[in-house]
T-cell receptor
Framework: GAVVSQHPSWVICKSGTSVKIECRSL??????MFWYRQFPKQSLMLMAT?????????EQGVEKDKFLINHASLTLSTLTVTSAHPEDSSFYIC?????????????FGSGTRLTVV | QKEVEQDPGPLSVPEGAIVSLNCTYS??????FMWYRQYSRKGPELLMY????GNKEDGRFTAQVDKSSKYISLFIRDSQPSDSATYLC?????????????FGSGTRLSIRP
């Protein structure tokens, strides 16, 4: 089946540094990818929609200059957390619509746990 | 008011029990309804999906949608310890690849052996 590979699975960084998270669709092309953030015991909150070859669409309240999204190819989308702070510590997950599954098939990456110290 | 409301639990039941998980929503435009299962520190995986109102059964799992009440349910029969996870309802109004899905907060379920 469709697989979305997300790396790294966890990362610890110092406050003020930047961290890049990658999501790759391994056996299908994803023109659109979605980036979510999940705090402990809370639901996934959509941060932005990443579109191949164009600017990402950010949800209200999400700082686009802080969370840089690049979707340079049909199989790769990246999220860069710039000048990370401890409050950015969270679980970040990407997803893509699985081809041939209508409106239901969203394949998720395994997530990246970011800890900013 | 959140678009999707879901009791976070935790819900603890003995092995073999029937589990009922529920969500309510406010956006009448939602037509596609999904249930995802998420194990700790993993991404969600699609468990069940339905379109508009009605029931759908898959093995031990049954999904129900009542659009008139804006209420969806997931039933798990003969629950197993391996069913212990967080269950998230999700819904979408559109069919296109760019349609967003909105998640409930998730219900943490624990099945006691």
């Amino acid at each position: 089946g469709a697989v979305v590979s997300q790396h790294p699975s966890w990362v610890i960084c110092k406050s003020g540094t930047s961290v890049k998270i990658e999501c790759r669709s391994l056996d299908f092309q994803a023109t659109t990818m979605f980036w979510y953030r999940q705090f402990p015991k809370q639901s996934l909150m959509l941060m932005a929609t990443s579109n191949e070859g164009s600017k990402a669409t950010y949800e209200q309240g999400v700082e686009k200059d802080k969370f840089l999204i690049n979707h340079a190819s049909l199989t790769l989308s990246t999220l860069t957390v710039t000048s990370a702070h401890p409050e950015d510590s969270s679980f970040y997950i990407c997803s893509a619509r699985t081809p041939g599954t209508g409106s239901y098939g969203y394949t998720f990456g395994s997530g990246t746990r970011l800890t900013v110290v | 008011q959140k678009e999707v409301e879901q009791d976070p639990g935790p819900l603890s039941v003995p092995e073999g029990a029937i589990v009922s998980l529920n969500c309510t929503y406010s956006n009448s435009a939602f037509q596609y309804f999904m249930w995802y299962r998420q194990y700790s520190r993993k991404g969600p995986e699609l468990l069940m999906y339905t379109y508009s109102s009605g029931n759908k059964e898959d093995g031990r799992f049954t999904a129900q949608v009542d659009k008139s009440s804006k209420y969806i349910s997931l039933f798990i029969r003969d629950s197993q310890p391996s069913d212990s996870a967080t269950y998230l309802c999700a819904m979408s109004s559109g069919y296109s690849s760019a349609s967003k899905i909105i998640f409930g907060s998730g219900t943490r379920l624990s099945i006691r052996p």
